[in-house]
């Protein structure tokens, strides 16, 4: 399930501020054409995604949100922020189901669709996340987790939409799987979304960095990836994006 132009994505989580904003230009600056065949992606804090995306106007960065409310409609929900928010403030993206979100905050998958239905009816491409912890790897069930969180989480109303692998195992440590087992779990994913969604980019997420990162996008079904505190700085961020070989 190999996409034409791979997707890189940064995840700022609840780090920076708005002075940390002026990383997008240079992150612009440091990729420069890479952007013809790559899409970059920076996804801050949401109260900073109106000023990100209009720091980003000028230049090929996308601007996107870490989540949004499975309402889609106006409603009464203090302190929540609707897609229909997040794409009017200049976002393109949203990421759903972040494995922080379904362990810290219990979200169900069926939230997690919800999200991402969400999402598409504001217009925004939903970026739906999954991945097995320790345990479940541990004790043989990487495959049924995964799948089910595919089948489960992924909108039943079309439209297009990405997928993140991401081991929650390997997030903000050392650890990552083999890149055989990269590729065996994105064509778990690939074979699962058959017949519901033909060319869904499927990125991988868990501990990328400058030094893996050119050897995980070389993994086969790898169509970019979800970085973490990795897209904080330009600088990091950038060798990450050309590292990919569509950037040489």
């Known amino acids: 399930?190999?996409?034409?132009?791979?997707?890189?994505?940064?995840?700022?989580?609840?780090?920076?501020?708005?002075?940390?904003?002026?990383?997008?230009?240079?992150?612009?600056?440091?990729?420069?054409?890479?952007?013809?065949?790559?899409?970059?992606?920076?996804?801050?804090?949401?109260?900073?995604?109106?000023?990100?995306?209009?720091?980003?106007?000028?230049?090929?960065?996308?601007?996107?949100?870490?989540?949004?409310?499975?309402?889609?409609?106006?409603?009464?929900?203090?302190?929540?922020?609707?897609?229909?928010?997040?794409?009017?403030?200049?976002?393109?993206y949203v990421i759903v189901g972040h494995s922080e979100r379904r362990t810290i905050f219990g979200e169900t998958d069926a939230v997690v669709r919800a999200k991402a239905e969400a999402a598409l009816t504001?217009?925004?491409?939903?970026?739906?996340?999954?991945?097995?912890?320790?345990?479940?790897?541990?004790?043989?069930?990487?495959?049924?987790?995964?799948?089910?969180?595919?089948?489960?989480?992924?909108?039943?109303?079309?439209?297009?939409?990405?997928?993140?692998?991401?081991?929650?195992?390997?997030?903000?440590?050392n650890a990552t799987p083999t890149l055989a087992e990269i590729a065996d779990v994105h064509d778990l994913i690939g074979k699962t979304l058959a017949g519901r969604s033909m060319g869904a980019r499927i990125l991988y997420g868990g501990s990328v960095n400058p030094k893996n990162a050119g050897e995980i996008f070389g993994a086969p079904g790898v169509d970019g990836a979800l970085v973490g505190r990795a897209s904080l700085k330009a600088d990091d961020f950038s060798a990450i994006i050309l590292a990919h070989p569509a950037a040489s």
């Open 122 to 173: 504001a217009g925004l491409i939903p970026i739906v996340c999954v991945g097995e912890t320790h345990s479940e790897r541990a004790g043989g069930r990487l495959g049924e987790v995964v799948a089910r969180q595919i089948q489960d989480s992924i909108p039943q109303t079309g439209g297009t939409f990405v997928v993140a692998y991401e081991p929650v195992w390997a997030i903000g440590g």
């Open 1 to 92: 399930m190999a996409a034409s132009k791979p997707l890189i994505a940064g995840n700022w989580k609840m780090f920076g501020r708005q002075a940390d904003l002026g990383e997008i230009a240079l992150l612009a600056s440091r990729v420069g054409r890479v952007s013809e065949v790559i899409d970059v992606l920076v996804c801050p804090p949401a109260p900073m995604v109106a000023v990100a995306a209009w720091r980003a106007k000028d230049t090929s960065v996308l601007i996107g949100a870490q989540d949004c409310s499975a309402v889609a409609a106006d409603s009464a929900r203090t302190g929540d922020v609707s897609a229909a928010m997040l794409a009017d403030a200049g976002a393109r």
